[in-house]
Each structure stands twice: as structure tokens, then as C-alpha cells.
């Protein structure tokens, strides 16, 4: 009877051992190919990085941080990705998603296709999404798919995610497991494994490395095959089928939103009405709530019309000068086209132009552009081109006739036969 008991003893704790061992094995997961780069991932937090000696330090690949959330693009982007390919080493850029709502997301992952458009990468593009606030996991969830989906979709190119070895295992969906996993876990001797993905591309095994041309600690990482692109072509331009400067066949252009945009400045900006921008975008729910990166479609068949006019500034152009010689004032023009610096305008800026209320006054005799020079006084330019001082005033919007200034350029109705 004791022998019997000691039988089933030892062949409970076998199977016990089998269970934790099969649970364990289970959990174990590895590179998903034998060859392996050493890495390093970099931001501003880096600084000036001397890439010649990060490459002869033996590091092959180099993931940049380019942008986080929908306006914020790392300082120093451009020049990591410039120095590391100069270098030879191969590229991948990484975005830190912020979003907390699936439209976030989708403009969030517009917003890095946008940056990074015509960057040439080597590796997969990466979400960077570990801050969660206070969202549920199927929002965490849903929020890494529409992002994913979204940028791939915007780029062309393949994408993975990023994230600890905690977050993999215990809230990110085995959905997510289509895309190829990055891992964080330091101070293991192996990236610990979960239940979704069966390989790693990428191991950021410590955070405080250090590689000689970089001063002060650096992510390092251990990458495979798995993280190189198959397609290293440019990443696209999201708005390159058409720009506001290309008007389509039907009258219509895709304007981007940009970064301080609102629905009622971009109605103005173009002539148009927030009604009309919102019946031609059904993807508008909210009018008060637009995002940069978003593309809406814009009627511009009215900019022509006898109320206003689209002026697109040239070389040389000031705000007074358009102002004389579209028959309006410059505060309108800053009014009507949201300018914050009446003194900084740029060429290629589109001006929304509404036709003056003083359209008939001195249109008999026709008008001249006057500069004025020191010593002119209104009078004496009046007599000059046979009108008053008071059609010269109201042509001009000039409160005190009685006070004008050197380089201003003013109308002058010019009824000389």
C-alpha cells in the first residue's frame, strides 16, 4: 500500500512538472530568423550623433523617432535620417502614438506618413504605443489596428509594433499577432514570450547602453530579417494626386488640414462656406472638430465670381500693394484671410480677394497705383490727376486726409483726357 502511494506521488509530481514545463515552454519564443543586427534606437534625446562611429562601433541598424501625435516632429528627424544613411546604416522610423479615440489614430498614422513621405526606410515602420491613460484594453486594442491598418494603407510599406514584453502578453489582442512584434524586456538573458507571437523581429534589450558617437545612454537593440522592408521604395506623398494649387477638372481641390486649422479659416481662406465644405465631406461629424493631416474636398467654382477672387502671392507682393490694386484694404485682407502678421506673407500663400463696396467711385475716369514720396500731400497728388483729396480719402480708406506716410502705395482715380 506505501509503494502504491509513492507510485501515484511521483507520477502526480511528473505530470505537475510536465504541466509547468509544457506552460513555460509555451511562453518561450525567440528571433525569428539566426541572422541578427545590432541596433540602436534614437531621438532628440540623443542629440548630435557622430553616425561614422556608431556605424565602426558595429551597429547595423538605426530605428529614429520621426513624430509623435498630430504636430510634433522630432528636431532633430532630418538630420539622423540624413547622417545614418550617409553612413550606410540601415533606417526605420518610429512614431509615438498618443491617440485615445480610433479617429486619433487614423490621424495620427496620416500625420507620420506625411513626415516621413519621400524618406526612403530599410525596416518596417514602427508604432511606438505604451501610454494608455485611461483606455480600456479593447480601446488599446482597436486604437493599434485602426493606427496599423491606416499607415499602411497611407504608405505602402510594412509596419510592426513596438511595445514591452508585459503589454504584449497581457493586453495587446492575438489580432495584432498579423503584425511583426519589437519587444522591450531588459535585464533577461532572453525577452520573456506570451501566448500571440511565436517570434521576435526586435529586442531593445537595455535602455541605458552606450555606443561610442553617441554621448550618454542609447536604447540597444537586437534585430532580424524580419524587420527589413521588402519594398525600400520613397514613401509616397499622402496629397500628391492633387494640391490646392491644382484645381480638378470640376472645379475642386484636396486640402490637407494643417496644424491650427479650423473649418470657418479654410472657408474664407478659399471663398466658400463651412456648409459647403461639410456637404461635400460626409466624413465631417463634428464642424468644430478637425484634424491636421485630415483631406477634405473644397469647391473653389465661386473663387472666380464677381464677389472674390483666389490671389496667390508672387516674389516682392506686401499685403498694401495687393490691397491697391484689388480695390480693398489691407485690415480686410488680414480679416478675411486669418494673416496674424500683416508684414509676413509668402509667395505661394492663397488670398481670398472680396470686391471693395467702393466699386463705382473714379471707375469713369479709371486708376492709377501712386507711391508716395516725402513731401506729397494729398492735395497736391488730387491736382496732379484732376480729382479731390476727399475721392483720393474714400477710394482709400484714409481717415486723416491730413496724414500720409513716404512708401505707401494708394489708388488714385485718374481722370486726365
Known amino acids: 500500500m506505501f509503494k502504491k502511494i509513492k507510485i501515484i506521488v511521483l507520477l502526480f509530481s511528473f505530470v505537475t512538472f510536465f504541466i509547468i514545463s509544457t506552460s513555460v515552454s509555451s511562453l518561450a519564443f525567440g528571433p525569428s530568423s539566426s541572422t541578427i543586427y545590432q541596433g540602436i534606437d534614437v531621438s532628440s534625446w540623443q542629440g548630435n550623433i557622430n553616425f561614422a562611429q556608431v556605424k565602426n562601433a558595429g551597429i547595423d541598424i538605426v530605428y529614429i523617432k520621426s513624430s509623435e501625435g498630430v504636430s510634433y516632429i522630432d528636431p532633430y528627424f532630418e538630420r539622423n535620417y540624413q547622417n545614418a544613411k550617409a553612413n550606410g546604416l540601415k533606417v526605420g522610423f518610429y512614431h509615438y502614438v498618443t491617440a485615445r479615440t ?11 506618413a506625411k513626415v516621413i513621405s519621400g524618406k526612403e526606410p530599410d525596416c518596417k515602420l514602427a508604432m511606438d504605443f505604451e501610454s494608455f491613460g485611461n483606455l480600456s484594453v479593447n480601446q488599446i486594442n482597436e486604437i493599434s489596428k485602426v493606427f496599423l491598418e491606416t499607415l499602411q494603407n497611407a504608405t505602402n510599406k510594412e509596419v510592426l509594433i513596438y511595445s514591452n514584453s508585459y503589454t504584449a502578453r497581457t493586453i495587446l489582442s492575438s489580432d495584432l499577432a498579423i503584425y511583426p512584434l519589437w519587444v522591450a524586456n531588459y535585464g533577461v538573458s532572453e525577452p520573456g514570450g506570451n501566448d500571440k507571437w511565436n517570434t521576435w523581429v526586435g ?41 490646392p494649387e491644382e484645381p480638378t477638372e470640376n472645379g475642386t481641390i484636396i486640402y490637407t488640414v494643417k496644424s491650427g486649422d479650423t473649418l470657418s479659416k479654410i472657408a474664407r481662406k478659399y471663398g466658400t462656406t463651412v456648409n459647403s465644405i461639410v456637404s461635400l465631406n460626409p466624413s465631417i461629424t463634428n464642424p468644430n472638430l478637425i484634424y491636421p493631416g485630415e483631406q477634405f474636398t473644397i469647391s473653389i467654382n465661386n473663387n472666380t465670381s464677381s464677389s472674390s477672387l483666389v490671389y496667390t502671392v508672387v516674389k516682392g507682393d506686401t499685403l498694401s500693394e495687393i490691397a491697391v490694386r484689388y480695390d480693398t484694404t489691407v485690415s480686410k485682407l488680414v480679416i478675411d484671410n486669418n494673416i496674424s502678421n500683416p508684414n509676413l506673407i509668402y509667395p505661394g500663400q492663397r488670398l481670398v480677394i472680396y470686391n471693395s463696396s467702393t466699386t463705382n467711385l473714379g471707375n469713369e475716369c479709371g486708376k492709377v497705383l501712386y507711391t508716395i514720396k516725402r513731401g506729397d500731400t494729398l492735395s497736391e497728388i488730387a491736382t496732379r490727376y484732376d480729382t479731390t483729396v476727399n475721392e483720393i480719402a474714400t477710394l482709400n480708406n484714409i481717415s486723416n486726409p491730413n496724414l500720409i506716410y513716404a512708401g505707401n502705395i494708394i489708388r488714385v482715380p485718374n481722370c486726365r483726357k
Not at 102 to 112: I, S, T
Not at 216 to 225: A, E, L, M, S
Request: net charge negative; proline share 8%; charged share 20%.
Open 203 to 243: 529586442w531593445q534589450y537595455t535602455s541605458t547602453g552606450r555606443v561610442t558617437g553617441i554621448s550618454g545612454n542609447v536604447d540597444r537593440d537586437k534585430f532580424t530579417d524580419g524587420v527589413l522592408l521588402s519594398n525600400t521604395s520613397p514613401i509616397p506623398t499622402p496629397d500628391s494626386p492633387s494640391t
Open 102 to 112: 480610433v479617429e486619433e489614430a487614423r490621424n495620427q498614422a496620416n500625420f507620420f
